[in-house]
């Protein structure tokens, strides 16, 4: 055979046949398709591996500090900021230009300036000048030019001012930090004794009647934790002007480049750096410390800048309880439609329909929740058990306790189609065999078919989880609120509210790129907080993933 075949006058005969029929029966041969899916398929992880690339990018780079330069036009104007980003306009005919972040929106109104290149005279990188993030009005630009302390110049040269900014700016934003926690935590306390006081009044008054002696009971007690409050808000007012005087004593006097001076006190200052005079270990330091603002404190600038902690907390606890309550109810359906239910009319519909709702616009969940959940079930929870807050509503209104149900009613078909497949992949012989060592029908569910449709399962619960967690347009109508000041989780009795409104990740995303006013300065935000997103959906199911592999060995090692 081997002689044959090397035989050089046969061999290209016999290639010439082969090619000859390989040609003729192309299409029969099925190439093109497998052509035709495996560059589908390339071309989806292209789109894919792409689109993560270009968020993770983005997202890591948004709280690098960048330079500060300092522009001269040709016509006398000068600009300093940083540079958002540069391009070619006009068919490159017209040649470039930037878009430069200017900041000081209280002294010029505007944030951002565009400069071509050919107006550039001059480009300088001056040491001294600062970028100052501010709790109020953005960012601030400029130079310093004096450290004011107690009505007294204590250093008018940008190094001894900033030697001074770092010496004081740790014990001032300690203060700042105790004036929030009182303006919110201490009065929080003291607004939620009073109004428990006075719902207590209200209560008697539906139950006994005005004048009654219960009422007059709870009346009295109004009173008097009304007395107690106004002693204890007397107090805190008193700690907080006294923050406030120690903090009023530093100011920092900035210049722009412009030649504006502007006093900006030491207590609205987040954060201040040279950021031309930075080395790589004070870029990462300051790198960190913007992550560290990103993920543990809340949001201001109307959600531009700051934090985004009470968006995280309330997407992790919405998406916890949206599965905890999807996976009975989409197992018990499964388990019913492919173990008790005999084949029928009657289920083919009801499969139809479930598959039928997999395809349902996720707004029309949110429609459906505010009106079921909210109006006729929240309504009538109010109506029997919290009437004293009426008509101010408790549960008839959008909350995380009916986000996280219509979300998992959205993520429903997801559990019950995975979970049907799961329990159909386990063999018959597995069950006969049970049946025949005498098992009964929920003995043999229970120890041979639910252990080996586990992973199955909770494939299902992963992929719900993740469509869950990014879900927006149903949040918008149950219960995801641009700023929600108080958490659905607190110190408070009964230390888990759902029905609060809450932050949502997605809604954030959302909030940040379409309804900011300065949209063009959130959007390094909108990439970071999506590339947050993803982090958390993809730590969800690395957990569920786990979970799932604990509980397919403890299933597989239980004997029947």
Known sequence: MTAKSDDPKKTPTTQGRRWKRSS??????GEPMVWLTGGGLIISLLMIVG?????????M????????????T???????????RAEIYGDGEMGGRKLVRTGNFDLTGEHFRWIEDSSISGRTLPPWALVVERTEWGIFYGFPKAFIFDGQTVADEPAGIYRKYKEFHGEVSDR?????RLETVNVGKINHTLEKARLAIRSAELKSGQ????????????????????????SIRQQIDALNRSNSRYIVVMETAQGQEKQVPLADIVRAYPANSLNFADRVGIYLSRWTEFLTDEPREANSEGGVFPAIFGTVVMTLIMSLAVMPFGVMAALYLREY???????SIVRISINNLAGVPSIVFGVFGLGFFCYIIGASLDQLLFAEHLPDPTFGKGGVLWAALTLALLTLPVVIVATEEALAAVPNSMREGSYACGASKWQTIKRIILPRAMPGIMTGMILAMARGAGEVAPLMLVGAVKLAPELPIDGIFPYIHAERSFMHLGFHIYDLGFQSQNSEAA?????????????IVFLLNVVAVRLRTRLRKKFESATF
């Open 24 to 29: 003729t029966s192309l299409f029969s041969q």
């Open 51 to 59: 689109l993560l690339i270009l968020v993770f990018y983005q997202g």
């Open 61 to 72: 780079g948004t709280f690098w500090p960048s330079e500060l330069p300092r522009f001269e």
């Open 74 to 84: 040709g016509d006398g104007q000068v600009v300093m900021g940083e540079v958002a």
């Open 176 to 180: 700042r930090d105790r004036r929030r």
């Open 211 to 234: 004048g009654s002696p219960s009422w007059e009971m709870a009346t009295k007690e109004y009173e008097a934790a009304e007395s107690r409050a106004s002693e204890e808000f007397k």
């Open 341 to 347: 239910a005999r084949a029928g009319t009657m289920i």
């Open 523 to 535: 959007k390094p935000m909108v990439f970071t907080t999506t590339l947050l997103l993803i982090g």
